[in-house]
């Protein structure tokens, strides 16, 4: 945690996708995509409507399997890999249409993002008894430590069906982080929401980046949002890839305008 | 069974718990030594962290000052310094008041929520040159200030979320100047001991910033001696023992927290527990249930209007429930307490109210357990007073300034009254001046202002009474009645007695209204600004679909102000029936097109109105209220959070009230 600031400068290629293919029926969803992560990075994609991120953002945590090309993910590379799998290697991820359990309270919810890190067994932890009530004490402590994080104490045992949408963005988010990811995938974050929840979400994003290193993959609509947090962005269009670099490099990109504002053809 | 290191007086002193240290303990750091000898184990001070309570025991609390207050001196703090403080109420700065007191030093408590710029008329004022603050939020206000005023050289932080990449020279983790202060300890083991023998009880032990309702603020300067003279009368009145909890929710830097939260708990050696954020204040309360609570009017008004929210949004069977039990208790509930005569049929209703409907209540209020309430700072509504009173909440007034450490008048148990607040506290003088204004002598009386000596001289009277500014009279039972500021108490043209501060908290009691502004004084009638409540006014709207695109709409809307009349009306009807305030019915009123705001000046920190500052701001609405229009045109210029500004525009409309009988039947006569 306190690192100095100069080791959260961004390091090698983490995941590296090469000539990424992927068709649903007849639909390219995907065309020979290449791009890569860099570590301690916030990578944005962008592109229109149907542009294929979401896509992309599914094949690397292993929902979709790609028809051709590979995946190289810490060294790695592989073309299929199952959405645990992904999870269990540090990939979370958080969904455009949120997806909590809208009954459960908010401490619960994130508490399952703790799943893949609990090792006692189904009886002991019915009976809350030695190694499980140990490991349900570390991961209350951790979720608690997320849940002061994003500042939702006083809603933490409220339900997430009643909640306003931009707080249960946030405890999705916080979901995701109790699984401690390498990799944070997070689709639209700041979909729907008002101005001051978009200030407050990229404060969050940031300081998830700066204060736990994490690499984040973000796919984002507001483009002053995507320009003022990340590193790099990749730009696609009908699947494939027509832009990559730097914020300034991407809008200068006459590819990018075209896709963007439309061209006489 | 007598233990090491403890004197006769102190075993006496352990046995009757309630002495609150006296003749053994005459500074705070002392006082904090003292418990910590007496009852090292026992709980002094919670917070909620990470979700769990985390307690400190008296013995704790002295290392942890002891540490502070050694890594202070090794930064070259020294006695007759000033250190600020800046933050929520969080057990590490409670310690930060002894460790500078420890040190003979001043703590000096700013608001949390002032903006850099009027942070830096009290650093300047004060000289500070140390602040501990809570986080990144204090310290980037800081930080804005230091070109302005680089005399800072210290700025500990106690959270260091956000902060890891500030290079600044002048910030310190507070972890860090602790673990300077335990080595510094290693070093010189009696450094700590022999500077707290030095602290007298005539020293300064605090400096709190009057909110300034009018002008600058000033720094008011207490003695240890005058502080704990204060708390201890408190003490003795109410019987406070190691055993009572308090909720410390309110801001460090009023003199209200200040004495419940410290000064009295480290007299009668009880335990303050911080909340966790500011937002989970009821939650946190409904956990601890407090054995003694303390509130401005403000804050019993905000949780009875979150209250009457949720009892509009339950069943209709609770609904009906809830109201015609209310009734029983209005009718009786406070009599009960009092132990005063009441019929058997209505012991009994109440006896099942309180079982269905009082004990619930008091539970989700976080109340179960409350032994004495007090509420000052401001006139209660005595709607809302008997509310909480009828309900077997023993809420009582209390009447006091900064100046005089709150310690004047209080109502006894059993003996308190609606319109009064109560009696003269032991030790205390009170003399009515000839123009009404109420004088004081109280051994809780402030040593002066600082570096305003002409301001103490106008203050303190030559034979030492503290003109406090209020108007007021004893009654027939020797009770201090207040009717308003002095300075505000005014006359209607015609001569009768016009009081706005008494109007206006008529008008607050109800949800739906958030702020009230009377005006009238030299004028024929009075005519009043009202700011709705948005939670309570929203909620309404919501219920009878009606669509708003956000305040200046809902204001404006035609069905909020049949509703706001109907509250208004009500009150002319109340005010009717008192043959002296029979003129201070309402005549014409608007809804203003925006909350007044302390960011605007309009309200002080402690959100009284400045009544002459909005009167000058908003004068075209004045003048239409008194004259004949129906509406009025007005341009408004208004600060956002972020510090733009911009214009509101709005037309506010005008309403004419229906005044009753006594006060018509006057106007003939």
């Not at chain 1, 009530?133 to 500042?151: C, G, P």
């Not at chain 2, 009170?430 to 009386?445: D, F, R, Y």
């Not at chain 2, 809902?554 to 003129?583: F, M, S, T, W």
Request: charged share 25%; with cysteine; proline share 4%.
């Amino acid at each position: 945690m306190n690192a100095n600031p100069a080791d959260r400068r961004i390091g090698d290629v983490i995941l590296k996708m090469e000539n990424i293919s992927l068709t649903f029926g007849g639909v390219k969803a995907l065309n020979e995509i290449s791009f890569d992560v860099c570590e301690h990075e916030i990578r944005a994609i962008i592109g229109p409507n149907g542009a294929g991120k979401s896509s992309l953002l599914n094949v690397i945590n292993g929902v979709y399997h790609p028809n051709e090309g590979t995946i190289t993910y810490k060294g790695n590379t592989r073309r299929q890999m199952r959405p645990h799998e992904a999870a269990s290697q540090g990939i979370a991820r958080t969904f455009q249409n949120i997806a909590l359990f809208k009954g459960m309270t908010v401490l619960d919810n994130i508490m399952t993002g703790r799943t893949l890190k609990m090792h006692a067994g189904f009886l002991s932890q019915c009976l809350y008894y030695g190694s499980a009530r140990r490991e349900e004490l570390e991961h209350r402590e951790k979720v608690e430590q997320i849940i002061d994080f994003l500042q939702i104490e006083s809603i933490r045992k409220t339900p997430v069906g009643r909640l306003a949408y931009g707080l249960q963005k946030r405890v999705e988010l916080g979901r995701a982080l109790a699984a401690e990811p390498e990799l944070l995938l997070l689709d639209e974050p700041m979909a729907g929401m008002n101005v001051e929840e978009k200030q407050d979400m990229s404060r969050f994003i940031l300081d998830v980046n700066d204060e736990f290193g994490t690499t984040i993959v973000l796919i984002e609509h507001d483009m002053g949002v995507v320009m003022d947090l990340s590193d790099r962005v990749v730009v696609l269009d009908y699947g494939r890839n027509i832009g990559d670099g730097t914020p300034d490099e991407v809008r200068g990109n006459q590819a990018v305008i075209d896709a963007y504002l439309g061209v006489a053809h | 069974m007598s233990r090491p290191g403890i004197t006769k007086r102190e075993e006496r002193a352990l046995k009757h718990p309630d002495t609150g240290g006296r003749g053994v303990a005459d500074t705070f750091p002392a006082l904090l030594l003292h418990h910590a000898r007496l009852r090292g184990e026992w709980t002094a001070i919670r917070e909620k962290d990470l979700g769990i309570w985390q307690s400190w025991s008296w013995s704790q609390v002295a290392e942890e000052v002891r540490a502070l207050a050694c890594g202070l001196a090794a930064q070259g703090f020294k006695r007759g310094m000033n250190l600020a403080i800046i933050g929520d109420n969080r057990p590490r700065l409670y310690w930060s008041f002894a460790a500078a007191q420890s040190l003979g030093g001043v703590p000096v408590p700013l608001y949390q929520d002032s903006v850099a710029q009027e942070m830096l008329y009290v650093l300047e004022n004060a000289e500070i040159e140390y602040a501990i603050v809570e986080d990144q939020e204090q310290v980037d206000k800081l930080l804005e200030i230091l070109p302005q005023y680089p005399k800072l050289k210290h700025i500990y932080y106690d959270d260091p979320r956000g902060l890891r990449n500030y290079r600044q020279p002048q910030l310190m983790a507070y972890d860090r100047l602790r673990e300077i202060g335990l080595e510094h300890h290693r070093q010189h083991p009696d450094l700590f001991h022999g500077a707290v023998a030095q602290v007298r009880p005539e020293d300064v032990c605090v400096m709190l910033y009057t909110s300034g309702t009018t002008g600058k603020p000033k720094g008011v300067c207490h003695t240890h001696a005058g502080f704990i003279a204060a708390a201890r009368g408190d003490m003795e009145f109410d019987g406070f023992t190691p055993d009572d909890e308090v909720l410390s929710y309110l801001p460090m830097a009023w003199v209200g927290d200040h004495l419940f939260s410290y000064g009295q708990a480290m007299v009668a050696g009880f335990t303050v527990n911080c909340p966790e954020s500011s937002e989970t204040v009821m939650t946190d309360m409904r956990e601890i249930g407090p054995t003694y609570y303390f509130g401005p009017p403000r804050v019993f008004e905000n949780l009875l209007t979150t209250v009457m929210i949720r009892i509009d949004d339950a069943s209709r069977v609770k609904r009906h429930l809830f109201h015609s039990f209310m009734k029983v208790a209005r009718r009786c509930g406070a009599e009960i307490m009092d132990g005063k005569p009441v019929s058997l049929s209505d012991r009994l209703l109440y006896w099942l109210g309180d079982l269905l409907i009082y004990g619930p209540l008091r539970n989700v209020l976080g109340m179960s357990r409350i032994r004495v309430a007090y509420t000052g700072g401001a006139a209660i509504g005595p709607d809302l007073y008997r509310f909480y009173r009828s309900i077997g909440i023993n809420l009582k007034q209390l009447y006091g300034q900064t100046e005089t450490s709150v310690y004047v008048c209080k109502q006894a148990t059993g003996a308190a009254k609606l319109d009064s607040v109560g009696r003269p506290l032991p030790g205390v003088e009170i003399k009515i001046a000839g123009n009404g204004e109420v004088l004081v002598k109280t051994p809780g009386m402030l040593k002066e202002y600082y570096k305003r000596p002409d301001a103490t001289a106008e203050s303190i009277s030559p034979d030492g009474y503290f003109l406090t500014g209020d108007a007021g009279f004893l009654d027939a039972d020797g009770d201090l009645k207040i009717i308003d500021r002095a300075r505000d108490v005014g006359k209607l043209a015609d001569g009768s007695l016009f009081a706005p501060q008494f109007v206006e908290n008529k008008l607050k009691f109800f949800p739906c209204i958030k702020e009230a502004v009377c005006f009238g004084d030299q004028r024929e009638m009075v005519c009043a600004f009202i700011n709705i409540d948005m939670q309570a006014v929203g909620n309404w709207a919501e219920k009878r679909n009606l669509p708003y695109s956000g305040y200046i709409d809902l204001a404006g809307r035609p069905e909020v102000y049949d509703l706001i009349q109907k509250c208004v009306e009500q009150i002319n009807a109340d005010l009717a029936k008192e043959p002296h305030l029979a003129g201070s019915q309402i005549r014409r009123f608007l809804v203003l097109h925006k909350e007044l705001d302390p960011d605007e000046d309009e309200l002080t920190r402690t959100r009284k109105v400045r009544r002459s500052f909005v009167a000058q701001k908003y004068a075209v609405l004045v003048d239409a209220l008194f004259g004949s229009k129906a509406s009025q045109f007005i341009r408004t210029q208004v600060r956002f959070e972020d510090g733009r500004t911009g214009n509101i525009e709005a037309d506010v409309k005008i309403r004419d009230a229906a005044t009753y009988s006594a006060a018509a039947l006057r106007i003939n006569a």
